[in-house]
């Protein structure tokens, strides 16, 4: 019997098909024990689902405590009523199973809303709007089809999303992705039905990918061995499974990219592959050459320079979406560069209130300006994000503006940016775990990770432990720690190069 199609599939399918093969179709087995951040993300995501539509003052019809075919039944018998709305209905037509969040009486017909605990669009913050995701549109997309094919639909393809913001977002399905992307959302929806088809219907068969949002899925592991195993390209950084798929006929595993002649494969300004042009494909092949040599070491593409200052400050948020709050601020300072005149300094929200973000945001901004001049370092934008965020909700410690001048002042410096533009290295991504592990730095957990974090300070919140928040701060001092591991390796490196 072949599989029926959900929502949940189609949203999985568009991060990574491999998992839904292996979910219909996998040993197991082979697969990872769920995480508690995963369970926590699963039990958070129903409380918010409920305090949501609880907070909305609106009337609705209840069914969660309903399942199968008796959810079902009582979805269409509301919907034959004319029911306003309607709150976690199941509806099945064809080879389709939807179960939206929401079926909103809308004209004639109903449309479709989900419920979100993140932003309801990509890129989006309180500062500027982003545009629709990718999995969220074809997930409201298919709930949308199987109302039309059950010739209930309102008519118009603009389901919505109520996000952790409580704002209601419509997504137009039939409105182009963007202005030289002329496929409309609902194309994309189409394309990704026809994919999960082929999938139930055991047409095709998936192959595993390495991407660095695999982390939290329960195949990790069985995937990650089978990747190193069979040298697959997406191993080389920024190699993904898009550019794996186009070239694996050619050049079908690390070891041939690093040896074979990628003249064969350019014709003047371009090469066979599509969208892959020569300097991209000579990069891919510099990284298969690092990965296979094991007496290789990174090194850096141009020159870096850094600032002469006495005083240092590496730097570290950890945040919790689930509150929307920034709930720590990490610092290492360092003076002169003399690791014996370190010290790790920490600002904490130790409730998940405005309040207490609020000042621990003045505090932090306090701090650095009474630091500065210094340099300040830190890996990757997220820093910056958090803190222009944290401007806009409290204005009356500094303004957005300022904190865009200080990161725009050439002493506030993303290590990140500077190891994607000048450096390569012998590793599979460039997370700062990954590099500072590489350099030999050991973190203090045993499970050092950002979701790690947020579920520790959830349980510290709820249990007052001390142990917790140590714990905490702890594996925020390393990240700091270990950005200053990589920025001296960086040095280092450059002072090789002179």
Known sequence: MTALITASMLYDLVHCPHRVWLDLYGDDSKRDPVSSFVQMLWERGSLHEKDIIDGANVEYTDLSTLSGKAKEEATIEAIQRGDSLIYSGRLQVDDLLGIPDLLRKEADGYVAGDIKSGAALEGSSDLEDGKPKDHYAVQLAFYTDILERLNISSGERNPFIWDVHRSEVRYHLNEARGVRNTETWWDLYKETLESAETITGQQSETRPAYSSTCKQCHWYSSCKHEVLDSGDLTMIYRLGRNIRDRMVSHIPTIHHMATCNINDYIQGKKTIFFRVGPPSLEKFQARAKLLIDPDVKPYLT?????????????????????????????????????????????????????????????????????????????????????????????????????????????????????????????????????????????????????????????????????????????????????????????????????
């Open 302 to 498: 141009e020159p870096v320079t850094f600032p002469q200052v006495e005083t240092e400050l590496f730097y570290d948020v950890e945040t919790d979406p689930f509150e929307d709050i920034c709930y720590l601020h990490g610092f290492v300072e360092r003076i002169k560069g003399n690791p014996d005149k370190e010290r790790y300094v920490a600002f904490t929200a130790d409730e998940p209130t405005s309040e207490a973000e609020e000042k621990a945001f003045r505090e932090i901004w306090k701090y650095i300006q009474s630091s500065r001049p210094c340099a300040i370092y830190f890996y990757s934008k997220y820093e910056r994000t958090t803190l222009m965020k944290l401007a806009d909700k409290y204005p009356d410690i500094t303004t957005v503006d300022t904190v865009e001048a200080l990161f725009g002042h050439e002493y506030v410096i993303d290590l990140l940016e500077v190891v994607e533009k000048k450096t390569e290295w012998p590793c599979i991504d460039r997370s700062i775990k990954t590099l500072a592990t590489y350099l030999g730095f050991k973190w203090r957990d045993e499970n050092p990770s950002g979701a790690a974090s947020i579920e520790w300070y959830h349980n510290w919140v709820e249990s007052g432990d001390v142990a917790i928040r140590q714990r905490i701060l702890e594996y925020n001092e390393d990240d700091c720690v270990a950005m200053r591991v990589l920025l001296d390796e960086l040095i280092k490196m450059n002072k090789d190069m002179s």
